[in-house]
Nanobody, 119 residues
Framework: QVQLVESGGGLVQAGGSLRLSCAAS????????MRWYRQAPGKQRELVAQ???????YYADSVKARFAISRDNAKNTVDLQMNSLKPEDTAVYYC?????????????WGQGTQVTVSS
């Protein structure tokens, strides 16, 4: 079984910074793409950022130049550095990863961590 566990959420004032971390554990061969999604109240879950196994990154337009995704393949972790936070960044943030296990490549989700940005 594979588990993704997020940490680092919290309450911050607009303009501030937070760093989210996600650690994968369990039995698997490798981790392919790793992503951060977010879901605000009453809205659909949206992709925030993605990083491939070789470090190629993608960002949603709404977070470009403010957020940075990184990963440590040796530790099976992915981080999201969030700077210049805005109230509209308030959401539950979820870690997602494509994990290669014995039966193939499967997607796993973390439990989510709340980020609240006050104005």
């Amino acid at each position: 079984q594979v588990q993704l566990v997020e940490s680092g959420g919290g309450l911050v004032q607009a303009g501030g910074s937070l760093r989210l971390s996600c650690a994968a554990s369990g039995s698997f061969f490798s981790i392919e793409n790793m992503r951060w999604y977010r879901q605000a109240p009453g809205k659909q879950r949206e992709l925030v950022a993605q990083i491939t196994s070789i470090g190629i990154t993608y960002y949603a337009d709404s977070v470009k130049a403010r957020f940075a995704i990184s990963r440590d393949n040796a530790k099976n972790t992915v981080d999201l550095q969030m700077n210049s936070l805005k109230p509209e960044d308030t959401a539950v943030y979820y870690c997602n990863a494509d994990v290669r296990v014995r039966t193939g490549c499967q997607a796993y989700w973390g439990q989510g961590t709340q980020v609240t940005v006050s104005s």
